[in-house]
């Protein structure tokens, strides 16, 4: 159903029921479903598909890469030996990796594909790699059993990127990547959200948490008033690099 969506633009309901052969109760309890996944939305007498504006990693890599590389070299400064740590996927958290050689005795989990390619090399690490289908626009491995996995580990840190933040929390583009954040979030002891500038109030529909749940956030420049005051609010330990 979801195919024929994405491959129709637009279609209605009648016309998807008859196509199924389904009952009209049927198709919107599925379409609720469908919608969750982020690529169709309901429409007035119908669904259609959401038009693609997100970039893959493989595209953002190189974008702000200086600003990213600070970010990344401080957020290793958080690791001391001996510690258990999570970094989330994206292009800023894996900046960090090769700030990690000189800490002993670190397990580091992830289930990005990018984390691995770049951490493989550093036998100072022990390094575990959470299973899962592969998702070429994320270059990370997602699906909901690795995401039941996280709920019953615990991590002294966890790194995490942000498609977007905004004034009541961290949104990311896409639904399944969102709750993996969560899982990611409530796994750590301390929650370190790794930003530049520009991520800030940038539109991103899935909400991944509040700022209730964060104990650090490095960026680049001073977020807006609103999410200052956020910050502040939360006990935040804001770093500008």
Do not use: W
């Amino acid at each position: 159903m979801e195919l024929l969506i994405l491959e129709s633009g637009s279609i209605g309901t009648r016309q998807l029921a008859e196509h199924f052969g389904i009952s009209l109760n049927t198709l919107r309890h599925d379409i609720a479903e469908l919608s969750t996944r982020g690529k169709i939305v309901k429409v007035y007498g119908g669904v259609a598909a959401v038009k693609n504006t997100v970039t893959s990693v493989s595209e953002r890599r190189y974008q702000n890469y200086g600003i990213k590389m600070r970010i990344g070299e401080f957020a290793s400064s958080l690791v001391e030996d001996g510690k258990s740590i999570f970094v989330d996927g994206g292009t800023t958290a894996v900046c960090m990796i090769p700030f990690l050689s000189k800490v002993q005795n670190v397990s580091l989990t992830t289930h990005s594909l990018g984390v691995l390619e770049n951490v493989s090399g550093l036998t100072n690490l022990s390094i575990v790699s959470l299973g899962g289908k592969y998702d070429f626009l994320t270059r990370s491995f997602l699906d909901y059993e690795a995401i039941e996995m996280l709920r019953g580990i615990r991590f002294d840190f966890v790194f995490v990127g942000a498609s977007s933040i905004k004034p009541d929390g961290i949104y990311a583009e896409l639904y399944l990547p969102s709750i993996m954040k969560t899982a990611i979030i409530e796994s750590g002891d301390n929650v370190v959200i790794l930003s530049d500038y520009s991520k800030f109030n940038k539109p991103a529909p899935h909400k991944s948490c509040d700022f209730t749940k964060v104990d650090y956030l490095v960026t680049d420049k001073t977020p807006p008033l609103k999410i200052m005051d956020a910050i502040e609010e939360n006990n935040i330990k804001l770093f500008l690099v």
